[in-house]
């Protein structure tokens, strides 16, 4: 007989608890934003991917509420039964538009849009090459495919270039490369221009997860591709749940992508579009990113995102490879950088500790995320509380 159920729950709790892994949640009381009050504690939030602000932002407030009351609450139907509304086709031609692409077809989230583009490309006969690094979402879309796979070293243009050349004679129909734009445990950037030089000479086709990189990298925010001046990317996948500020996934690509997806997606095909409000939300956030306060923002976020980092690096800490506004601060074992957050908190700073198996074990760190809506005192006041937490902790 097989243990009763509550027992089962408690020995694998019990595992997690003797791993040291078991947590329970952070609760944020009340909105989003770079002063926030969590667990009861007014802290400057150095966690959040609401990049810039826009998960609170009037204009996409007023779109949402105004989608709610023409179109109401939810759409009914998945998108290939009667799912698909007027603006969820606008927000696509939007994106499409945005990214320079023949077409965009968005899912319920980033993390649906991998599995969705991934599972509508690779068939048994194929072969996905994958950065060692990729988000679980690449991961685990690349599981639910018959493709063979192979993984090289992260960022490793050598490597990849070794994985190409051993299955160059294996006869695969199709060889897929895939990488997230930025990497969101070292905030550094895939060298995309590299990747297409070596897809080309391979006949590989190029697929980014940008979803670090939506409304953060490239013009207007558009992405890693156009950050690097590419045009002759692949598959762009991007997120409308971090810097857009409300919540989806898209694929932008050519037309007949859209179309197999159509048919071929199971995301797509068996769960239910975005209500209105959701989608309105996303075409008030992508015009904004284009328009100059958009701009405004995302020079604020940069400037944001300098100034951080360098006051880290002169405190004397170890932020790593960052390029971006996502920066760690390594300190080594995992125990000390869960306490490290701890103090931090304590302090009046949530930066989110991150351990192994997510890290190398020897790579625990606090990761920092700044925003274009932290003003300079909140950077100063943060930068204060790490200098004083991290002298007492001697990791300085
Ligand atoms: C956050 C994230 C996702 C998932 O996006 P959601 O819209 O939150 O589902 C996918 N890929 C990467 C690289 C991410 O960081």
């Known amino acids: 007989m097989p243990v009763p159920f509550e027992q089962y729950l408690d020995s694998r709790l019990d595992e997690l608890r003797a791993q040291g892994v078991f947590r329970s949640l952070r609760e944020l009381q009340g909105p989003p934003g770079p002063r926030s009050k969590i667990d009861g504690h007014e802290v400057i939030n150095l966690s959040s991917n609401n990049y810039l602000g826009l998960a609170t932002h009037p204009a996409l407030k007023a ?29 696509e031609r939007l994106l499409a538009d945005f990214k320079h692409t023949e077409a965009a077809l968005v899912l319920q989230s980033g993390f649906t849009a991998n599995a969705a583009v991934l599972g509508s490309v690779l068939e048994d006969g194929d072969l996905v090459i994958s ?12 599981r639910l495919t018959k493709a063979d796979r192979r993984v090289y070293a992260h960022c ?31 905030g550094d950037i895939a060298p995309l221009p590299r990747i297409a030089e070596l897809a080309q000479h391979y006949g590989a086709v190029t697929m980014v997860d940008d979803a670090h990189a939506s409304g953060v990298l490239g013009a207007h925010g558009s992405g890693t591709a156009s950050h690097f001046g590419l045009k002759n990317w692949d598959i762009h996948v991007g997120t409308l749940s971090k810097a857009v500020g409300a919540l989806g996934g898209y694929v932008a690509s050519v037309s007949k992508l859209r179309q197999l997806m159509e048919h071929r997606a199971r995301p797509f095909l068996f769960s239910t579009s975005h209500p209105p409000a959701v989608t309105a939300t996303c075409i008030a956030a992508i ?60 302090a009046g700073v949530f930066a989110q500790g991150i351990a192994f198996p997510t890290v190398a ?36």
């Open 63 to 91: 779109a949402a509420i105004d989608a709610i009351e023409r179109l109401g609450v939810g759409s009914g139907a998945v998108r290939t039964i009667i799912g698909t509304m007027t603006i969820h086709e606008e927000l």
């Open 131 to 142: 950065d060692s690094l990729n988000h679980a979402s690449i991961i685990d879309g690349i």
């Open 156 to 186: 490793d243009m050598d490597d990849l270039e070794r994985v190409l050349e051993e299955v160059k004679d294996a006869n695969y129909r199709t060889i897929l490369i895939v990488t997230d734009g930025v990497f969101s445990m070292d």
């Open 287 to 346: 015009n904004l990113l284009r328009s100059a306060e958009g701009q405004r923002l995302i020079d604020q976020l940069w400037e944001n995102a300098r100034m951080f980092k360098a006051g880290l690096t002169s405190l004397g800490f170890d932020t790593g490879i960052s390029e971006t506004p996502i920066t760690p601060v390594i300190v080594g074992e995992g125990a000390k950088a869960m306490q490290f957050s701890d103090e931090l908190f304590k």
């Open 361 to 396: 074990r020897d790579k625990g760190r606090v990761r920092t995320i700044v925003t274009a809506t932290h003003s300079q005192t909140d950077l100063e006041e943060a930068l204060n509380v790490f200098e004083t937490v991290g002298r007492r902790m001697q990791l300085i």
